[in-house]
């Protein structure tokens, strides 16, 4: 198991930008698949990007490709979510989460979670 600890998130306006980090505890990061998720109240948790161990591959869900750039750094035990051009939908708390093996945009696949950060998007 990894601990994973988000931060970066916090209140903007719609058109702006924020870049979330999760710092992963444990000497065995390099071989986890990193993935963002997403709850906003009332709905169901939401796939938002996905990173392979060595970042070259990387899944985005429909309503975030070509605004998030989901990104890792092995050494420092980082994954990050740049997040551009925000919407009011974007509103949720973001969660980050590891697997081992292959990429998902199934959250039931990732084992590890962090608490969650929250995104608040104002229009």
């Known amino acids: 198991q990894v601990q994973l600890v988000e931060s970066g998130g916090g209140l903007v306006q719609a058109g702006g930008s924020l870049r979330l980090s999760c710092a992963a505890s444990?000497?065995?990061?390099?071989?986890?698949?990193m993935g963002w998720f997403r709850q906003a109240p009332g709905k169901e948790r939401e796939f938002v990007a996905a990173?392979?161990?060595?970042?070259?591959?990387?899944f985005y869900g429909d309503s975030v490709k070509g605004r998030f750039t989901i990104s890792r750094d092995n050494a420092k035990n980082t994954v990050y979510l740049q997040m551009n051009s925000l919407k009011s939908e974007d509103t949720a708390v973001y969660y980050c989460?590891?697997?081992?093996?292959?990429?998902?945009?199934?959250?039931?696949?990732?084992?590890?979670w962090g608490q969650g950060t929250q995104v608040t998007v104002s229009s």
């Open positions: 989460a590891a697997k081992v093996g292959y990429l998902s945009q199934n959250h039931q696949a990732f084992g590890s």
């Open positions: 444990g000497r065995t990061f390099s071989s986890y698949a």
């Open positions: 990173i392979s161990w060595s970042s070259g591959t990387t």
